[in-house]
């Protein structure tokens, strides 16, 4: 079904990224984080950008970790375009992320564990396949450590409903009411 690509991407360069991409969401966890991790890498596995969900502690509803890893590696790179590189998330992207992602030209996306809520690359809808869209990516492969992404992310929400941090940590949305 998928269609043959065009580069080779080899499987331990996969979960390299992605072991990257879950130390950047455990990090996301201790400060009371959903825990998402990415990272942006060439394709011969250079980390140029990191990036970790900071919805609350930025209190900014676009800082997903896609979000500020693409931002940080546009900067560095001193370009808006990421031809040919690859982004590495622990979650797969949301609509935002995505569509981030395609604006940025990049090459290939991988995520670790789908998200069925908010997920564009598959589950909820699949952005990469929108007919007449200006650019697609050339690999768009979900499962990468699907087992670690997707432990991390219902252990935490599991302490969290828990944990006596709940007022505190509170959810993404709960940052929505102030006062
Ligand atoms: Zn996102």
């Known amino acids: 079904m998928a269609a043959p690509h065009p580069f080779c991407f080899p499987a331990p360069l ?9 130390s950047e969401a455990a990090k996301a966890a201790l400060e009371g984080e959903v825990p ?3 990272v942006v890498a060439r394709l011969d596995g250079t980390i140029v950008a990191r990036g970790r969900n ?7 509803p676009t800082a997903h970790a896609e979000i500020l890893a693409i931002r940080e590696a546009s900067s560095l790179e001193r370009n808006y375009r990421l031809d040919g590189l690859v982004l590495a998330s622990t979650l797969e ?6 569509s981030a992602s395609l604006h940025a030209r990049l090459k290939a996306v991988l995520y670790g564990a789908p998200e069925p809520k908010w997920g564009a690359a598959g ?6 396949s929108v007919r007449g869209m200006n650019h697609r990516l050339e690999l768009l492969e979900g499962g990468i450590l699907l ?7 219902k252990s935490f929400f599991r302490e969290k409903r828990r944990g006596p941090g709940n007022a505190r940590r509170g959810f993404p949305c709960g940052t929505l009411k102030r006062g």
């Not at 996969?14 to 879950?22: V, Y």
């Not at 900071?54 to 900014?60: E, G, M, P």
């Not at 992207?93 to 995505?98: D, E, G, I, V, W």
């Not at 589950?123 to 990469?128: F, R």
């Open 14 to 22: 996969k979960t390299s990224l992605m072991r990257e991409a879950l």
């Open 36 to 38: 998402a991790g990415a």
């Open 54 to 60: 900071r919805v609350i502690s930025l209190s900014d």
């Open 93 to 98: 992207p949301c609509a935002m992320c995505l």
């Open 123 to 128: 589950s909820l809808l699949d952005l990469n």
């Open 147 to 153: 087992d670690e992404c997707s432990d991390l992310i």
